[in-house]
């Protein structure tokens, strides 16, 4: 098997490959590593390339298979990790000049498992820092690029996660989202990004500044790739009290599921959004594919108000609380943007605090409602495609000035909530760039998602498709 061939296989079929002694971890690991080493120095997805520890990683799962040892569901298969999330023994920045030499002593959970399924751990993907904005861009690692083309952004927080994806450095990714931050990348990068339920997949310990929005989850090429994950790395775990048991059955398996005759709704702008147009086409008619698929689909406007105000609050004063204390002694050493961050944060009251906390409260009372009518919302994931890396995000959309998060106002309200919700590539733009669909399921019901999301790729394949790097 050609090494260019190898890189682009799914994770899945590269499992069943190993298991059945056809493809040798070590090959398929050499292979990988020589891909990063090749494209990453062009895109800066990896603050971290752990040669020797991917190395010896797939030396013991190939001694395993050989062995006929008994082999985890992702046995040998390479995966790489964000730089939030904690890695025992290998370097977790934060994408912080703070923490650039933190080792950690423990495994995120995710991780963990991860390692425990047999997967092999190459390194540790760019962030923004602490993953503050959806943009992947850090004082420690400077600017990650998107593979298809690379004077855009990736998106982020989990940019450098997707762009590895993306560019055939590694089937799946691990990323972390708590306003968007692996459905945003996912989307502009044309991959599949889960945000799993709200407790699906155990926190743990890590760098603090997300309580209650925060979700681990993949990013993949396939549908199924990302199922697969799921199933190594959800399930509870008391060192987070807010994870949820594991559910019976294989979320593999759950791709398969029927969805015709499901109520499914389609919004274009949640009633408040601006969009470019080009994204609000390309969207649509992925929604109507929905149709084919025997769904019975319906526009709406859910009336639901914009609840960029609460989030922010809620953020902003998460984070003045983490990282007050490092200001003013360290403000050269962090990013502008988050320096002003934690600044607004130490303006919040207890009262605004809580406040937004009731406000999200009424609006998830809203979603709940709405939910009862319809199995699925589809939404535009962004309401732009990819623009400049290194640059800040759109504040003006087809023609009209919007608020900060503007660009990405489909995201952050299924945090606040905690329903399960994926990107899935919509298409591409005239000039190539990739487009998402966000396809949005009841609380608790990511099986559901997942089938969704696994019908609509048999619809519209898009695995072949490859940026020209």
Not at 166 to 187: K, Q, T
Request: hydrophobic residues 45%.
């Amino acid at each position: 098997m050609a090494a260019d061939d190898v890189v682009w296989r799914s994770a899945v079929e590269c499992a069943a490959l190993i298991r059945r002694k056809e493809l040798s971890p070590v090959e398929l690991t050499e292979a990988v590593l020589a891909r990063i080493d090749a494209v990453n120095p062009r895109l800066n997805a990896f603050a971290l390339v752990a040669h020797d520890v991917a190395r010896r990683l797939a030396r013991e799962a190939e001694i395993a298979v050989l062995k006929g040892e008994p082999l985890g569901l992702l046995h040998g298969v390479p995966v790489s990790v964000k730089d939030v999330l904690f890695t025992r023994g290998m370097r977790t920045t934060g994408g912080s000049r703070l923490y650039a030499d933190l080792i950690p002593e423990h495994d995120a959970v995710s991780v963990g498992r991860l390692k425990a399924a047999g997967a092999v751990l190459l390194g540790k993907t760019t962030t923004s820092e602490f993953g503050h904005k959806a943009v992947t861009e850090s004082p420690l690692f400077g600017v990650t690029r998107n593979p298809w083309n690379l004077e855009r952004t990736p998106g982020g927080s989990s940019g450098g996660a997707a762009a590895a994806v993306a560019s055939g450095c590694g089937p799946i990714a691990l990323g972390s989202d708590g306003g968007g931050s692996v459905r945003i990348p996912a989307a502009f990068c044309g991959l599949v990004g889960f945000k799993p339920s709200y407790g699906r997949v155990p926190l743990g310990a890590g760098f603090p500044g997300w309580d209650h929005v925060s979700h681990v989850g993949p990013l993949a090429r396939t549908v199924r790739d990302a199922a697969a994950v799921l199933d190594v790395i959800a399930g509870g775990d008391d060192r987070d009290r807010e994870s949820l048991p594991r559910e019976a059955g294989s979320y593999v398996d759950a791709c398969a599921g029927s969805i015709k005759g499901l109520n499914v709704a389609w919004t274009p702008d949640l009633g408040f959004a601006r969009v470019e147009p080009e994204v609000l086409e390309l969207t649509g008619d992925a929604a109507a594919e929905f149709e084919s698929l025997g769904c019975h689909v319906e526009v709406v406007n859910p009336g639901w108000e914009n609840l960029e105000e609460a989030f922010s609050t809620l953020i902003a004063a998460q984070f003045y609380a983490a990282w007050s204390d490092e200001l003013p002694a360290a403000e050269e050493r962090l990013d502008p943007t988050l320096v002003k961050f934690i600044r607004r944060g130490g303006s919040i009251t207890a009262r605004d605090y809580l406040r937004a906390r009731a406000r999200v409260a009424e609006y998830w009372e809203e979603v709940r409602a709405f939910s009862e009518r319809f199995d699925f919302l589809l939404t535009p994931t962004t309401a732009v495609a990819p623009f400049a890396a290194g640059g800040r995000p759109p504040r003006e959309i087809d023609g009209e000035s919007v608020s900060v998060l503007g660009w990405m106002p489909f995201t952050y309200p299924f945090n606040l909530t905690g329903q399960p919700a994926v990107s899935v590539p919509a298409g591409l733009t005239a000039d190539g760039l990739p487009v998402g669909l966000q396809i949005v399921g009841r609380r608790h019901a990511d099986r559901a998602v997942l089938a969704a999301a696994a019908a609509y790729e048999a619809a519209r394949p898009w695995s072949a498709r490859r940026p020209a790097l």
